[in-house]
Nanobody, 127 residues
Framework: QVRLVESGGGLVQAGGSLRLSCTPS????????MGWFRQRQGKEREFVAAISWSGDSTYYADSMKGRFTISRDNTKNTIHLQMNSLKPEDTAIYYC????????????????????WGQGTQVTVSS
């Protein structure tokens, strides 16, 4: 069974940092773009960041640029999202996702680009 397991969420004060991790099990996604999305309460799931299969290219939603950094270690089959300067509006459930096509990164910022999803990890930023 293929699973994506997120970890690293929690409660942090505004201005603080958290590092999320995503570890696939059941298969490797070293040939796939990986993404992070989030869903705030009462809102639709939205794109946060993505990283190409090689790690050479990264993509961010405008509101995350300069604050969030996505990275991957294919030797450890792990993807990370470093989140700095967190704001209360970053409070959400954060989801890891694997792109449905290998070696492809022309479209990475929509839900339909991904076919494997984790269960999510809660991030709460207090003011």
């Amino acid at each position: 069974q293929v699973r994506l397991v997120e970890s690293g969420g929690g409660l942090v004060q505004a201005g603080g940092s958290l590092r999320l991790s995503c570890t696939p099990s059941g298969r490797t996604f070293s040939t796939h773009t990986m993404g992070w999305f989030r869903q705030r309460q009462g809102k639709e799931r939205e794109f946060v960041a993505a990283i190409s299969w090689s790690g050479d290219s990264t993509y961010y939603a405008d509101s995350m640029k300069g604050r969030f950094t996505i990275s991957r270690d294919n030797t450890k089959n792990t993807i990370h999202l470093q989140m700095n300067s967190l704001k209360p509006e970053d409070t959400a459930i954060y989801y890891c996702a694997a792109h449905l096509r290998p070696y492809y990164s022309l479209s990475v910022d929509t839900i339909d680009d991904y076919d494997y999803w984790g269960q999510g990890t809660q991030v709460t930023v207090s003011s």
